[in-house]
């Protein structure tokens, strides 16, 4: 007994840590009680114990319980710990080995099968764990468990994999209808789904590039939802001086490459993540869902915490939000139908968005040379859209042809001036990309790769920008498929 709780002891301090030591009534009770700690360590995990000739015999499982036979869980085999521990819960203090949270996950108790070296194969009697498990070796410490029941679930449907956004089509003003509409302040920022189990969180931007490093802030959001399973939809967002959304600022966190950069970064640009759909919820995919009762479900989840927030929607009063919306200096707002489902990867007629400034992606074709302070630098961009999209003309066997559309040569700062100058230069080319009409002379032509968003006052007749200016640079947008974006729903 002493010797099986050697290595539980010369970890711990007893003066400090309000663990139990182990040198009390181990209770003489035969085996068959189990605990799941839930432990907010420097990692979150979930141990598993289980009561076996006098002690706990323990494993610390990153990702949880397995819920579904599926999924086989990593569960590392810890040292033993004293029977007391059963019942433990508390904080561990900073300094001490396992510093955090523990809180009790779950209690019961359990039937052996099978308890050998290379197999322990038990059945659960808890609150929430229930049925057959069995634990097994694979290499040193490392054990895998395994659910050998089907899913405690019955209608457990596993979590979707690459959902692309739902998109909103551009509408000139807020529907008709009002009151059959939700209304949202459309965010600008970075739209990211995040697929979050076991308390870890994963994000993904709409070309299905995983950019979890991006945003280390948003670790802190799969802690906070425990041992939930949500598939989350939102859009990162970094704010100005004057505590607006600012795409221009996000920029600096966007395309940052190491973790070290992104770390020193972290805090003078820190993100928000603003979440205003769920896709899935602890066993169940709820795209299926009107829109209205999954902004339910979603604001009952109460997600608000130092990097992430759930904003408040309006059902119906789209108008008096667009205004407030323009007062702010917003992009707009996104009316969603009540009744409407989530139609992944689709720019829905059911999902609108209505703009405060017009604003879009255009593709840089080219610039022309500064003058006065720019010289030797870049002046003004000569940007472009495509007459049709990518699919459009692979459907109808045509070229995609780029058109023109005036120079932007407002709303830079100085470094976005030499990052351009710099992502130009190996992309100059003799020729003009452009078809059809043509920038000034003097044009210095690139290959069309650039996206940049720009706002601007209005399309004139001609479908030229009117007083277009630089918003900032994506990287998540292929060029190709950058059309002109007009309101087409009334
Ligand atoms: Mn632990």
Known sequence: MAKKLGEYKRKRDFEETPEPSGNGDSGGQPGGRFVVHEHHARSLHWDLRLERDGVLVSWAIPKGIPPDPKTNHLAVHVEDHPIEY??????????????GEVKIWDQGTYDVLKWRDKEVMVVFHGERLQGKYVLFPTKGKNWMIHRMDPPADEGREPMPRDIKPMMARLAERVPDKENEWGYEVKWDGVRAIAYIEGGRVRLQNRNMRDITQQYPELRELGR?????????DGEVIAFDEEGRPSFGRLQHRMHLASESAVRRRMSDIPVVYAIFDVLYLDGRVTIRLPYEERRGLLDELELRGSHWQTPSWHRGEGKALLDAAREQGLEGIVAKKLDSPYEPGRRSVCWRKIKAVQRQELVVGGYMPGEGGRTGRVGSLCVGYYNMTRAEAEERGEEQRLIYAGNVGTGFKEADLVKLGKLLEPLRRDTSPFAGRQPKKGAVFAEPQLVVEVEFLMWTRTNTLRAPSFKGLRDDKDPRDVVIEKPDVA
């Open 86 to 99: 059963i019942d433990f819960k508390g904080e561990i203090p900073e300094g001490n080995y396992g510093a």
């Open 224 to 232: 906070a939802v425990g041992a939930r399973e949500l598939v989350l």
